[in-house]
């Protein structure tokens, strides 16, 4: 199996890896650059625990081969804070109790960070819609379907 | 994680000479390649990606009608305002596709290539008359996408084609289309069953022609001619789908699986192209009025 060459940036930084190409972005992330926060669930694209950004839209990174990222730019849930302040969604999270065990959280925030880049004021049939692939086993929907509501609310005041 | 050569080609020539090579097979948004390398059912020596292939990333008009690349993502599918206008059967069953997730990367060629006979792509593609387009080495060749399918898994691609490409004509506006999906939730579903039609009513205000087409109900995505011919020259209302419904045996053949028996399959058929049908009859009805 051949190592090959991925040039791709991550949260505005710009990284030059050497990885053997059976990787996952996903597992590139926690494993070689410690970015843990982005989540393995089922592995298979199933649960959402792993979404991430890439040119700003949602993707599995469960299911994004790491050479399948070359040249392209992925944000991740450690890039959403500024300036040490969380990011509205985060903050909202926190503040409605949309946060049980929390493994399913950054998956679900960056889900809900796609849909508010493109629609500030979503309802909530289309907050679940943009949710349908996040699961939530500690059953917590309604406080994260709200948590999404405000920080819409907030950001459209910001 | 098997073990792999990873090739990135950016024109169709780079796609050939890769495919060439001994063990080699495609990948395009993974959403169904990589859950199956993971689970060491996709025994692939060489992966070829295609996802630099530009010249298979496109929606354009063509001759009366729209040709999609196959590389076309269901994202991009939802984007497009041609197809919202000229295949709103292929938007309904676009929009039910998993999630926003695997609709970013996934793709209409992948979803072909795959042959699931769930695949929700199909019924509104073979209502809509498609063809499919196949490039090899040495040349193309284009087919009805009724003759792609071979199985569960299997098509016509011979080991050194790809999908280049699918083509349907713009239907005039006495045209209406119709879809329906049955799952346990409304996304994130494997179709236990799906149905698409596609009719145009005569000035008469009878059914002129119709397509009928049903997912999960045979080892492929079929087309329904029996339902289809006991519709012909009747109004587009209750008696008629019931004939339709009841012809609709000789064309399926539903299997018992983990999702639902085949005699669900078998009732829950007549339900859904009953819905599909009324739905694509009131379209049709309502760009005659207008």
Not at chain 1, 41 to 60: K, S, T, W
Not at chain 1, 113 to 129: G, Q, T
Not at chain 2, 143 to 164: N, Q, S
Not at chain 2, 179 to 185: A, F
Request: proline share 6%; with cysteine; charged share 20%.
């Amino acid at each position: 199996m051949k190592p090959i060459q991925v040039n791709l940036t991550i949260n505005d930084r710009e990284y030059h890896l050497n990885s053997l190409p059976n990787r996952t972005l996903l597992s590139v992330l926690r494993e070689d650059l410690g970015l843990t926060g982005t989540k393995e669930g089922c592995g298979a694209g199933e649960c959402g625990a792993c979404v991430v950004l890439m040119d700003g839209e949602p993707v599995n990174s469960c299911l994004v081969l790491i050479g399948q990222a070359d040249g392209h730019r992925v944000q991740t849930i450690e890039g959403l804070s500024k300036n040490g302040q969380p990011h509205p969604l985060q903050k909202a999270f926190v503040e409605d109790g949309a946060v049980q065990c929390g493994f399913c959280t950054p998956g679900m925030i960056m889900a809900s960070k796609a849909l508010l880049d493109k629609n500030d004021h979503p309802s909530e049939e289309e907050i679940r819609e943009a949710l349908a692939g996040n699961i939530c086993r500690c059953t917590g929907y309604t406080k994260i379907v709200q948590a999404v509501q405000d920080a819409a609310e907030e950001l459209r005041h910001e | 994680m098997q073990e792999f050569d990873f090739q990135s080609p950016q024109t169709l020539d780079e796609v050939f000479q890769c495919l060439a090579a001994p063990g080699a097979h495609l990948i395009a948004g993974g959403t169904d390649v990589i859950p199956r390398m993971r689970a060491g059912i996709f025994p692939a020596a060489q992966l070829i990606d295609l996802n630099r292939v530009e010249a298979l990333r496109y929606i354009r008009e063509e001759d009366g009608g729209i040709r999609l690349g196959a590389l076309t993502t269901y994202a991009e599918i939802l984007r497009s305002p041609l197809l919202a206008q000229f295949a709103s059967a292929l938007g309904a069953a676009t929009r039910r596709v998993a999630s926003p997730m695997a609709r970013q990367r996934g793709t209409l060629g992948g979803n072909l290539a795959n042959a699931s006979p769930a695949a929700d792509s199909v019924p509104p593609l073979l209502v809509l008359d498609s063809w499919v387009r196949l490039a090899g080495p040495h040349g193309m060749r284009e087919l009805p996408l009724t003759e792609f399918f071979r199985g569960p898994g299997k098509t016509v691609l011979a080991p050194d084609e790809i999908i280049e490409s699918i083509f349907f004509h713009k239907h005039a506006p006495s045209w209406g289309f119709g879809y329906e999906k049955l799952g346990p939730r409304q996304g994130m579903t494997i179709s236990i069953l799906s149905a698409a039609a596609a009719l145009e009513l005569g000035t008469d205000g009878r059914i002129k022609a119709v397509r009928i087409a049903l997912g999960a109900a045979a080892p492929t995505p079929v087309r329904c001619p029996r339902a289809e011919q006991a519709l012909l020259g009747h109004l587009p209302a209750a008696p008629a789908w019931q004939s339709a419904a009841e012809n609709l045996s000789v064309d399926i053949s539903p299997i018992d699986d983990v999702r639902a028996s085949g005699e669900y399959r078998r009732k829950a058929a007549g339900v859904l192209v009953t819905r599909a049908l009324q739905s694509a009859a009131e379209s049709a009805q309502r760009s005659a009025a207008q």
